[in-house]
């Protein structure tokens, strides 16, 4: 019963021969392959869920707008409000405007939204940065918050630390936001300035030009860390009213209303109830929806990784049917005399056949093996490669993300890659086995 597996590892011990290093080089090619496969395709994995929570756990589930202006806001939050399951609603007032901090302009994005309340506000305060506290520097757990989210003053702002690290601005400034829309006004007022008759209606253009450019002085009141790159260096919010200010706005508009729910994979369920209840100007648009692109990209590189890393497989295939098939011409007279004994064509196929499985086996589980080690010191080399060759291999102004090089394995992935490897080893040593089975007593032992 055990006879074509007892021979298959027989074969196998080493020998010290050319047969058994090609053997080790099988294995190492399919291990190789196992290894490479497994870590690159747990760093996309990991890749795409840290983006998934740092938009999850930042940007709102859905977001209601009309494409333009939302006028009489407080009905519809009324409406969306009062459907289960939703966590917190806001209208907000998004746009461009124009930052002076001691002389350094920038445009980043304001996010005018009500002040957050009850669990929307620890969420928020959750996403605070945090500076460690001098009495404890090395402990992480009792690093201090910089600052807080609360936004019910009409002059207090929350910005990202990649702007405040630009900027070098700290809990406690002051920085001027000017608004784009500005810019008509003070076009108009220039026309009417210059067609004054006489230096008194000059003077007044003038004077109303100032008015209008006015900038709103806000105080930083805290900082944020999202967790994504490009929230943190381009986002400030404000109260909605301040928003509001800015862009001329009444205070029963706004240009859309952000959404949260109990369970932001199911947003797509909410969505349709949105549709549902609201009047027909209003979209709905789920959070996977307003960053496609961003997935789609993940999702395409990670398939295209799974194919190309797919070929070093193949290659640890040839290399195990290379094997096999010198062992077999080595074992020429031996399997003449197995078959001339008695010994089944299946069989004989099943001890090359074993053969292949078993190197497959231990080339899974030893690339298994080194994947597991690799993703455990993955930020440690990492920093050693960036330290010895000045590459950083994982740029967060590039991907977008913080927090190190991120790394997720899922047992799906594991079952692929493992399946994959094991079944092309064993294809591999099919032809070889066949090649063994097919040989005639008579001619293998013709020249012993």
């Not at 010290?16 to 399919?30: A, N, P, Q």
């Not at 209008?212 to 009213?241: C, K, N, R």
């Not at 001890?351 to 080339?363: A, C, E, M, P, R």
Request: charged share 20%; glycine share 8%.
């Amino acid at each position: 019963m055990f006879f074509s597996p007892f021979l298959a590892t027989r074969y196998l011990k080493p020998k010290r021969t050319f047969v058994s290093i090609i053997t080790v080089i099988s294995i190492l090619g399919v291990a190789l392959g196992v290894w490479l496969l497994a870590v690159v395709i747990a760093v996309f994995t990991g890749y795409g869920e840290r983006i998934k929570d740092s938009i999850l756990g930042f940007e709102p589930h859905l977001v209601i707008d009309s494409g333009g202006i939302v006028r009489n806001w407080p009905e519809a939050v009324e409406k969306v409000a009062a459907v289960e399951g939703v966590i917190s609603v806001t209208p907000y007032v998004r746009g461009q405007v124009v930052m002076d901090f001691a002389g350094l302009r920038s445009a980043p994005m304001i996010r005018g939204i009500l002040p957050p309340e009850g669990e929307e506000l620890a969420r928020m305060r959750g996403k605070l940065a945090k500076t460690p506290d001098p009495k404890h520097p090395l402990d992480p757990s009792k690093a201090i918050p910089r600052g807080d989210f609360d936004l019910k003053d009409f002059y207090s702002a929350v910005i990202g630390d990649g702007m405040a690290e630009a900027q070098n601005i700290q809990v406690g400034d002051k920085i001027l936001l000017y608004s784009p829309r500005d810019i008509d006004s003070v076009m108009k007022s220039l026309e009417r300035v210059e067609g004054a008759e006489d230096a008194e209606g000059r003077k007044k253009a003038i004077e109303e030009t100032r008015e209008m450019t006015a900038p709103q002085e806000v105080t930083v009141t805290g900082i944020f860390d999202s967790g994504h790159w490009d929230f943190d260096s381009s986002i400030i919010f404000v109260h909605l009213e301040t928003a509001q200010v800015l862009y001329n706005f009444d205070l029963e508009e706004c240009h859309g209303i952000a959404v949260r729910t109990n369970d932001g994979f199911k947003a797509n369920k909410f969505q349709d109830k949105f549709l549902a209840m609201l009047p027909q100007q209003f979209r709905v648009m789920t959070w996977v929806e307003m960053h496609k692109l961003i997935f789609d990209a993940v999702a395409a590189e990670r398939q295209a990784m799974y194919l190309i890393l797919f070929m070093i497989m193949i290659v640890g295939g040839f290399c195990i049917m290379n094997t096999m098939i010198t062992v077999t011409f080595q074992k020429r007279s031996e399997i003449g005399l197995l078959k001339a004994l008695g010994a089944l064509e299946g069989q004989v196929a099943w001890v090359f056949l074993f053969q292949g499985i078993l190197v497959g086996l231990v080339g899974v589980v030893v690339g298994l093996l080194l994947s597991q080690v690799t993703l455990y010191f993955r930020n440690d080399m990492a920093g050693w490669i960036g330290r010895s060759f000045g590459v950083d291999i994982f740029s967060e102004e590039i991907y977008k993300v913080d927090g190190g090089l991120p790394a997720k394995q899922t047992l799906r992935d594991l079952v692929i890659i493992s399946t994959g490897a094991f079944f092309a080893c064993t294809l591999a040593s099919l032809i070889p086995a066949l090649i063994a089975a097919s040989l005639q007593p008579a001619k293998a032992l013709r020249s012993e």
